[in-house]
């Protein structure tokens, strides 16, 4: 007879159940084998990725200028170059893509606006200069030849081969030019026309002007720049400074940058291109070698003073900014490291930081997007409107000049008056032509222009003291 269960007896499963348990279990072991299976083949996959920050598809060599060659090996890289034809505007900065019908003479279909005519006070600051015909808005490196080539300055003036320095990729063909000698090259291109020259380049700023090909390391190919450092680490009691050998692997993200984002001048009937750092890289040390030389661009159409043309002077107000005694270079902001797999790439659809806020300034700066960008704006908003101040100073002092000029006023009366103009001016533009609207350099900005608005101040005087 089959023994009867007690109460406290657990009864085994049913057979169905203990089936289902079984096949949860196994399902549940096979999953969890998977997942872990699928980390381990992506942790591997990760790091042979690493091993090979790049894909060698072609050999590249100090001969290839083409950024599409290069973009085979450098994919990522090159994705973010091509970007840089991308149009879009900040508060202070970047450029609308503004339709333009194309012509034989002038190909382009759509160009940035005009900065004349959003202020036509500039056509008078610059009255007697091509830059009073045709002046925009900055665009991305993409551009930067082709807008070189066909602004309506190229129609008013002759201008030489030197100011391909900074718009093209010029490494290979100042070395072809130079037989192999960067030196003499850059010399032989800056004394060609730029009708001459500009055969001779057939791309913007390329791989090859900042990257060694061998290595990646980057490099400073603009002999403006090697020499300019020299004459400022001259200063600084360091000579024979060498750019390329000497510099810190994080000044060099910064250097290869500021080789072509500075103030400059054409020296000479040889129209050598000339960093005017020999006295210190601030806008009133600047004007001071001018003061001393004597060189100027023009003669001021209204006033007859012996004028200035501030160029993009970047370089030199990121110098005198917190981030630049902080270390923080110019591709830290526009250039910013990103994440693409296991790469760790700098972004190299260079661009506003405030248009990639997150990677370009939360790295650091541990607020909200909207508070970064509203303390930027009251930077630029401030700076902007003493840049407004001294415009209306500027063009009053000019103003004043052409009454006293009218009234009879001899050259050697008007002398003082346009003398202060010159200064007054250049520091002016300094702000004007720099493409930060301050934010570089926010108290050096505001130090400028009320340096700009006491020469405007002291012609004044000098004008009414002649009566």
Known sequence: MADTPTPGDRLPPPPRRLGRVVVFTALAAALAAATVTGLLVSVFERKQEARSPFYRVVELTDDIEDPAVWGKNFPLQYDGYRRTVDQQRTRYGGSEAVPRTPTDADPRSIV??????????????????????????????????????????????????????????????????????????????????????????????????????????????????????????????????????????????????????????????????????????????????????????????????????AQHPEFEMWNQGIHARSGVACADCHMPYQREGAFKISDHHIRSPLLNVNRACQTCHRWPEEELRSRVFTIQDRTFQMRNVAMDALVALIDDIRTAAAAGATEAQLAAARDEQRQAQFLLDFIEAENSMGFHADQEAMRVLGLSIDHTRKGQVAIRERR
């Open 112 to 309: 940035a606006q005009s900065r004349l005519e959003d202020d036509p006070r500039l056509k008078r600051m610059w009255a007697g200069y091509a830059f009073a015909t045709d002046f925009r808005e900055e665009r991305g490196h993409a551009h930067m030849l082709d807008d070189q080539t066909f602004t309506e300055r190229q129609q008013v003036t002759t201008q030489p081969g030197t100011c391909l320095h900074c718009h093209a990729s010029v490494y290979l063909p100042y070395r072809r030019l130079g037989a192999g000698d960067l030196i003499k090259g850059f010399e032989a291109m800056n004394r060609m026309s730029y009708r001459e020259a500009r055969p001779l380049v057939s791309h913007p700023v390329s791989c090859i002007d900042c990257h060694e090909p061998a290595t990646m390391q980057l490099r400073v190919t603009r002999p403006g720049f090697i020499e300019g450092m020299r004459a400022v680490k001259a200063t600084q009691g360091v000579p024979d400074y060498d750019v390329n050998t000497m510099a810190s692997r994080q000044e060099m993200r910064a250097f290869v940058c500021g080789q072509c984002h500075v103030e400059y001048y054409f020296r000479g009937p040889e129209k050598r291109l000339t960093y005017p750092w020999t006295k210190g890289l601030k806008a009133d040390e600047i004007l001071s070698y001018y003061q001393e030389t004597g060189f100027r661009d023009w003669v001021h159409a209204e006033s007859g003073a012996s004028t200035l043309k």
